[in-house]
């Protein structure tokens, strides 16, 4: 089939006219033919089982029942009037109920003629009913029934309203297979077909649309889904190409002075094996002609810091300056400090940039960016203003990855006439499947291993009446010298509920641990930064045994000598961020512990949420529970990547065929970089067509 066919207006299909077409367009996106092809049935209804009456269940499913009606009535409610139907086979009888369209159906039902009926059933005064339902004479419906399996289509309020009912969408389905004769070409390789075992483009679409048995709609949904997911993968993958070949990146060809003399003299422990890995990963980038753009993905306290030093060593062995940029101010005071002490003994100058610096000071790290006296600045969003400007600019890093929007990403890039490297860290996992699609321009390392020596936190879940028991823990382990969290759910950062719940629980932790003996930290975001700073550093400094917060100190603090995380409501946290507070325990030699507390009413996600944390400490695990409770349009990126736009494949429950689709995308490419083998004409012949279509473009922001 021409696709060009396939493009004509949705009002030229026998049946639709202008008022449907409008419909159509405006509750279902569907434009043209193709679109309707591309309408996927949201599952399917077994058309050959009819119940009795005698045997409906208060389940509140749809049933498809045959009888007929003996009389109808009209009931006066509060506002209009509703049309009741007495419904009858040989076991009862029922109610149908019409709230609208009464008229039409009156003139239209025949009444003591049997019928096949269709829909949803009410239970309400020991009765059963069934408002609007879907109705066609018993001989009509056997005449019909071309599948036994029925699509059921999405659909809108106003669409069923407006008479555009799931069964008038299967009639219009029908329309475009005659219309068009079912001549749908191919879309894949003959190569993709055997290989993979595929049904034919036609054949799917038949079956996905009118199944002709369970296996053959498997079969249509495989192939159709992974259609679906190989033509983004390739997408994906040529973008990334083509991004490489045309942007060119400083080539840092040689590891220098620095990284050699600090990997053999001051490296304060050994690398994992996993910290190796990608650090020669990011050091193949370096070397390369492109320029670099990598995801490090590693769970909190897996050591991307060092990672993210020892690159900015490789830049600077080249004669490049580097930056790190913190999504707050803690988090860039504490990169600072930590990496200050390595620098000094290197003779390496590095500075701290943020919204506090003041303006003399400010004013010196500006001249010596620009003059190329400084090596590295660490900062905050204070790096991406205007006014700071770098001489060579080679590398530019930024941590926790999602606290920062695409478009920050852009900024930093246009620091340089030419974009310098760059190489983003999160310690929030995104699921493997997820991050291809989410970040495919990107290309992904993976820290998936801690430092030696780590035990594991333990977790557990604590009711609010347990407080006692609790508080008595805390007080033992500040005994032993212990350091102590204790969150606060602070959701919306104006919420004065919120700060008074944490102002409650600093005062009666004030009262349980008092002065002289114990001393508390609080930070909260309404705190000025240098008083922030001050009670962090006296946490960090072990001056105070307890740090009460909000979560400003969810992002990369390190104070390795804290061994208990209390959180509080946390059932209000999503699972990500618990995750990334507990992170902040466990980071020294000691036994760590996780408390979540939480009223007795929780709902049942919060359960999930809270079993999961105590079962598991690992990121990935929970990363994979959070996309499943949350579904993908929560997680970061999701948004601008359009994984949701996805027509037939579901991000969550297909990532096995996301898997296959892209080793395929990528061997393909592999073989045949600008798809001109006859063997992939095909492919080409596609991928023109979506991307003329805009089609594919939709996944892609
Ligand atoms: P994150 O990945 O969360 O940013 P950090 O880089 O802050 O983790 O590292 C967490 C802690 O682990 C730091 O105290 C760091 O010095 C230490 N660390 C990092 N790598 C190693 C290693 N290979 N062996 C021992 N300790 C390490
Ligand atoms: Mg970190």
Redesign the pocket.
């Known amino acids: 089939m021409n696709s060009v066919i396939l493009q004509t207006p949705i009002d030229y299909l026998k049946g639709v006219g202008p008022n449907r077409a409008d419909l159509l367009r405006k509750e279902l996106g569907i434009h043209t033919y193709q679109d309707l092809l591309n309408l996927f049935p949201n599952r399917y209804l077994d058309r050959t089982k009819y119940y009795k009456i005698n045997s409906l269940q208060r389940s509140n499913a749809e049933v498809q029942l045959i009888g007929q009606i003996t009389n109808f009535k009209e009931v006066s409610q509060k506002r209009g009037k509703r049309l009741v139907a007495t419904f009858q086979d040989e076991t009862g009888s029922m109610e149908l109920v019409w709230f609208r369209g009464q008229k039409w159906i009156k003139d239209s039902i025949k009444i003591n003629k049997p019928y096949v009926i269709f829909g949803k059933t009410n239970f309400y005064n020991g009765k059963f009913s069934m408002p609007h339902p879907e109705m066609e004479l018993k001989e009509e419906h056997q005449k019909s029934l071309r599948s036994v399996m029925q699509a059921v289509y999405p659909s809108t309020e106003k669409l069923s309203n407006r008479g555009i009912t799931n069964r008038v969408l299967n009639k219009i389905m029908q329309q475009l297979f005659l219309e068009t004769k079912g001549r749908f070409s191919e879309t894949l390789s003959k190569k993709q077909l055997q290989d993979l075992q595929l049904i034919s483009k036609k054949e799917a679409l038949f079956n996905v649309h009118f199944p002709k048995n369970q296996e053959l709609l498997s079969k249509a949904q495989f192939r159709l889904k992974f259609e679906e997911l190989f033509y983004i993968q390739l997408q994906l993958i040529l973008k990334n190409l083509i991004h490489k070949s045309k942007v060119k990146g400083f080539p840092f060809p040689i590891v220098g002075e620095y990284f050699n003399t600090f990997f053999k003299s001051h490296l304060p422990?050994?690398?994992?094996q996993a910290?190796k890995r990608v650090i020669k990963e990011i050091r193949q980038d370096l070397g390369s002609n492109a320029q670099m753009n990598r995801l490090l993905q590693?769970d909190?306290?897996?050591?991307?810091?060092?990672v993210a030093l020892m690159s900015m060593f490789i830049a600077l062995d080249n004669g490049f300056q580097a930056c790190l940029m913190a999504p707050t101010e803690i988090l860039s005071v504490q990169h600072f400090n930590g990496l200050k002490e390595y620098c000094n003994e290197l003779n390496i100058s590095i500075k701290l940039l943020t919204g506090s610096t003041k303006t003399s000071e400010r004013r010196k790290i500006h001249e010596s960016l620009e003059n190329g006296d400084l090596d590295i600045l660490i900062g905050t969003h204070a790096l991406l203003e205007d006014k700071v400007k770098f001489k060579n600019l080679g590398l530019a890093i930024i941590d926790e990855q999602h606290r920062f929007g695409v478009a920050q990403r852009s900024k930093l890039w246009k620091k340089n006439t030419s974009p310098p490297h760059i190489l983003v860290m999160t310690?929030t996992p995104i699921p493997r499947t997820l991050a291809m699609s989410v970040y495919g321009d990107l290309d992904i390392s993976i820290i998936d291993e801690l430092?030696?020596g780590r035990k594991s936190i333990k977790t557990v879940h604590r009711y609010d009446k347990n407080r006692l028991n609790v508080f008595r823990f805390i007080r033992d382990e500040i005994e032993k010298d212990r350091q102590i969290y204790i969150v606060y759910p602070l959701i919306q950062e104006s919420s004065s509920m919120d700060y008074k719940d944490l102002m409650d629980g600093y005062e009666s932790i004030v009262r349980e641990f008092p002065l002289p003996k114990y001393q508390i930290s609080i930070v909260h975001g309404k705190m000025k930064a240098a008083d922030k700073d001050f009670e962090m550093q006296r946490f960090i400094k072990g001056e105070t045994q307890i740090m009460v917060a909000t979560t400003v100190i969810e992002v990369?603090v390190?104070v390795?000598n804290a061994s208990v995380m209390i959180i509080e409501s946390a059932e209000r946290f999503g699972l990500s961020q618990l995750h990334q507070l507990r992170?902040r325990v466990g980071?020294g030699a000691e036994q760590s512990y996780c408390i979540l507390m939480t009223s007795h009413r929780l709902s049942s996600d919060s359960k999930t949420r809270l079993e999961t944390m105590v079962r598991t400490n690992d990121g990935f695990e929970i990363a994979e529970v959070d996309l499943k409770l949350r579904g993908p349009g929560d997680l970061m990126g999701t948004q601008q990547s359009g994984v949701l736009n996805l027509k037939i494949a579901d991000i969550i429950k297909d990532k096995d065929i996301l898997t296959q689709a892209r080793h395929h995308a990528k061997d393909t490419l592999k073989n045949d970089p600008s798809l001109s083998l006859d063997n992939n004409k095909v492919i080409l012949d596609t991928y023109r067509q979506l991307s003329k279509y805009k089609n594919i473009w939709n996944y892609i922001s």
């Open positions: 422990f050994n690398l994992t910290q590693g909190v306290g897996s050591g991307k810091t060092i310690a430092p030696p990369g390190n390795p992170g980071r």
